[in-house]
């Protein structure tokens, strides 16, 4: 698989009508991707492909329905012949305490964040061995390295990202590379619902520039900002006895 640019690629972006995933699109096809996009509102899409051009195609999808995403997947594959990549980035968050845990929107996050992952790797792994080559990549969060105060049940869907990418990694063949996506605080509509002070926060199109760099090293992480994402690694390393002491200041 050609790693070095996106000339020509075809890669599937899940979760490209807002965000992060609007942003690396356009990102993506001004360096020459051919693009697949997905999300639930296709209006959104749609608008996004008229802009970007021809090459670029809408496919609406619910990443909840195992069944559409395999179809989905088949559909992208006769189309444009084959699938390069393939970034997972759908997701749903209400920001929630434990003491008032809203079940139907814990179910709603699990099934968006995690069971989602799990349908498109379900739907994509059987095209990918069959072409012997591509790259996976699914956004987890920093909110995923350690239990925060206030951080569930979004925190434990990410933390299954970071688990299931790396069981990916170990078990795919070599040939299909598989990334890790781990921001920090991104201006987005998902940050939006957050009423605290969100510490380094970037927008949009840096994360998509750090995202669209860093898919094309032969890193399994890509984590930014950096500043940031290494303060968070390093409460992950220390020591339960001081780790849960620091993460108890945040309540
Ligand atoms: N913003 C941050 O600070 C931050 C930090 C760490 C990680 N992340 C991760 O970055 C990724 C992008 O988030 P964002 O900040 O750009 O948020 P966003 O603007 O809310 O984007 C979320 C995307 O997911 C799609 N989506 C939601 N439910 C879906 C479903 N059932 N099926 C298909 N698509 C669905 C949304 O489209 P539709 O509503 O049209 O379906 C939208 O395109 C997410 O994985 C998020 O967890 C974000």
Redesign the pocket.
Known sequence: MKLKNYKDQVVWI?????????ALAVKLASQGARLAL????KD?LDRLTTTLGQAHKSFA????DAELCANTASTIQALFGRIDRIIF?????MPMKLDALDLAATKQIID??LL?AFHIISAILPLLKEQVFGQIAL?G???GYTGLPGGQPYGAS?AGIINLAESLHAELPRGIDVKLIS????R????DKNNFEMPMIIN?EQAAKNIACGLLTSRFEIHFPKRFTFLLKLLRILPYLIALKITQIFK
């Open positions: 899940i979760g490209a009508s807002s965000g992060i995933g609007r997905s999300a639930r509102r959104e999808l619910d990443v909840t980035l759908a997701a749903a968050y968006v964040n989602g956004c969060s920093v909110s990410k921001p920090g605080f991104v987005t509509a998902l940050t949009a």
